[in-house]
T-cell receptor, first 111, second 115 residues
């Protein structure tokens, strides 16, 4: 299983764009990259998933370079309510049981 | 649309007591999971099930047992609770169809304190 590395914490201000990068140097050919968000006292929530290039939904964008050894979660114009822990997971699609949640990145949005 | 429901939400146990955490999902998912999350840590997989009547060990299975008698329910049991099992427990489910990606649906969590 691909190991991921992401920053422990990040601070940002309201209205800014936030980019959280995840490294996954040994990603396999059939692995997908999935990001989850966890608020205090709640279970994680799926944000976005991608395989290559760029994926965008109503919440975030995911940028994946050609070599796929890293990925960047982009949150546009963050608000205080975006303060949460963000997890980057790598694994084959349809094999959620193989996904490993690391410590994630604590994003704190300041007023 | 309930999704994944866990009971109880809070529980205090004495060392050596036993208890069962109940999890129910209404999305007809094949896979179900139990995770634990300690303060400041990520989630660690305790046990999981790929279908009714089947269970498998995850990363930290010791001290826990599980059962999946019905597709919609996944039970986590502590036979003899220890203070080290004080944690937040999350139940989750997912569809393992390849087109579903890796979307895992989590419950609200169960806070367990062992004194």
């Amino acid at each position: 299983l691909a190991k991921t590395t992401q920053p422990i914490s990040m601070d940002s201000y309201e209205g800014q764009e936030v980019n959280i990068t995840c490294s996954h140097n040994n990603i396999a050919t059939n692995d997908y990259i999935t990001w989850y968000q966890q608020f205090p006292s709640q279970g994680p929530r799926f944000i976005i998933q991608g395989y290559k290039t760029k994926v965008t939904n109503e919440v975030a964008s995911l940028f994946i370079p050609a070599d796929r050894k890293s990925s960047t979660l982009s949150l546009p114009r963050v608000s205080l309510s975006d303060t949460a822990v963000y997890y980057c997971l790598v694994g084959p699609s349809g094999s959620a049981r193989q996904l490993t949640f690391g410590s994630g990145t604590q994003l704190t949005v300041l007023p | 649309n309930a999704g994944v429901t866990q009971t109880p939400k809070f529980r205090v146990l004495k060392t050596g007591q036993s208890m069962t955490l109940l999890c129910a999902q209404d999305m007809n998912h094949e896979y179900m999971y139990w995770y634990r999350q300690d303060p400041g840590m990520g989630l660690r997989l305790i046990h999981y099930s790929v279908g009714e009547g089947t269970t498998a060990k995850g990363e930290v299975p010791d001290g826990y047992n599980v059962s999946r008698l019905k597709k919609q329910n996944f039970l986590l049991g502590l036979e003899s609770a220890a203070p080290s099992q004080t944690s937040v427990y999350f139940c989750a489910s997912s569809s393992e169809a390849s087109r579903s990606g890796n979307t895992i649906y989590f419950g609200e969590g169960s806070w367990l304190t062992v004194v």
